[in-house]
């Protein structure tokens, strides 16, 4: 779920309610915090509405035309003051709050009264439909506070200054909100990566395990066991965010050796990683889902003879890897909904642990630039290319640390 700014700068109403006392005592204002809805979210505690606005506001149809007013406050040109006159005549300055796109509210005053405004009789003509006590009406407005227009002008500049903090403010505690969500990201999604077994794969695994063991004797069972005993461990096992790519390839080599099982005389293999590239970092369990893909969904349904590879390309800052095979192919309607996914990033709800969740983990690891590209036809196979900077150990170590805070 989506956490907005405003949300997160409420959380530290601290700042804006002494902001708004400070403010309305110091001018002689009644400034409150409106939201886009019209609802007066903060207002000062040194001082209480006046008590014009307050008979106003008891009648129903006066507390309408109050609540329009709050609304009107809100949709004006974002982060600038401005000025009009509300249902009753009084004058209302008004900055509303925009932040990283997304309206938050507007600082607002009520109940000025600015020299060479409406009088008294003009005020209670607007209001006399309301059919409330006029000499109590007159009496309460003429407690209003004047203003000079001046004045208001430097208030406004005042206001605006103070909503400037506030934005800020917000987009300070947004990004640190920002940072933290990605952290929760990468974790639950490694986490997802680490635990979830595709019962597919293990049921097929089982059976091909018995097979085995009704067939032959230990040996060829033992070795079975012992990748799949592997397998798991790192699947269930793993906590960190990188890992060699060497370890990496491991993982791989003893999910091949499983499926070959399976698969007997119709999969062909070819693995071509340059040796110098084995200590290099990569974020765990990035390749391995990625094979295990193309077997399940590329190969297995596919007749005769599968061909898997995975190749690594060097660039002059990062490493392209393939996995590339020849099997069923994607055809254009569901590889154009896969691409979506990838731009989209992962569904909340979503419990698969395939190319969008580990395109969205390198994005956040990485930046836009790097992740996850897709090619595929139909009944000729499909591409899929990792692209990620290189990594020396200590690079890969650091960057993990600095997620882990």
Not at 18 to 42: A, C, P, Q
Not at 171 to 194: R, Y
Not at 301 to 328: C, M, S, Y
Request: glycine share 8%; with cysteine; proline share 4%.
């Amino acid at each position: 779920m989506r956490t907005n700014r405003r949300d997160i700068l409420f959380q530290h109403s601290e700042v804006i309610q002494s902001v708004l006392d400070s403010i309305s005592g110091m001018h002689d204002v009644w400034l409150k915090f409106v939201s886009r809805t019209g609802e007066y979210i903060y207002t000062p505690k040194c001082r209480a509405q006046s008590n014009f606005c307050r008979m106003i506001r008891s009648h129903p149809e006066g507390s309408e035309r109050c609540l329009a007013t709050a609304i009107k406050s809100v949709y004006f040109t974002p982060n600038m003051p401005h000025t009009f006159t509300c249902h009753a005549g009084l004058l209302v300055l008004t900055v509303p709050l925009v932040c990283g796109g997304e309206l938050l509210g507007a600082l607002a005053t009520g109940e000025l009264r600015a020299l060479g405004q409406d009088g008294a009789e003009i005020t209670l003509e607007r209001l006399h439909d309301l059919d409330l006590d006029k000499e109590k009406l007159l009496y309460y407005f003429a407690e209003i506070p004047v203003k000079k227009r001046e004045d208001v002008i430097q208030l406004g500049r005042l206001i605006n200054s103070i909503s400037n903090c506030f934005l800020s403010l917000g987009m300070a505690i947004g990004e640190t909100h920002k940072a933290e969500v990605e952290k929760a990201l990468i974790e639950s999604e490694l986490k997802a990566l680490n635990s979830q077994i595709n019962p597919h794969f293990l049921f097929n695994t089982l059976n091909a395990i018995q097979m085995v063991s009704y067939l032959e004797d230990a040996n060829q069972t033992s070795n079975l066991i012992n990748a799949l005993a592997n397998l798991l461990r790192v699947r269930l096992d793993t906590g960190s965010y990188f890992t060699t790519l060497r370890e990496e390839l491991q993982v791989i080599k003893n999910l091949l050796f499983i499926q070959k099982t399976r698969f007997e005389d119709r999969l062909q293999i070819a693995i071509f990683i340059p040796e110098d590239l084995l200590e290099m970092q990569i974020p765990s369990l990035s390749l391995q889902p990625l094979v295990e893909n193309a077997l399940i969904h590329g190969l297995e349904p596919r007749e005769g003879i599968g061909r898997l590879e995975l190749r690594a390309f060097i660039q002059p800052r990062e490493i392209i890897f393939l996995v590339k095979d020849n099997g069923v192919g994607i055809g254009p309607a569901d590889l154009g909904k896969i691409r979506d996914r990838l731009i989209e990033g992962p569904v909340s709800k979503s419990k698969k642990i395939g190319l969008v969740n580990i395109n969205q983990r390198c994005k956040t690891l990485f930046g836009n630039g790097y992740g996850i590209k897709i090619n595929s036809e139909r009944d000729k196979g499909t591409e899929v290319f990792l692209r990620i900077p290189i990594l020396s150990r200590n690079k890969g170590c650091e960057l993990g640390e600095n997620i882990a805070r």
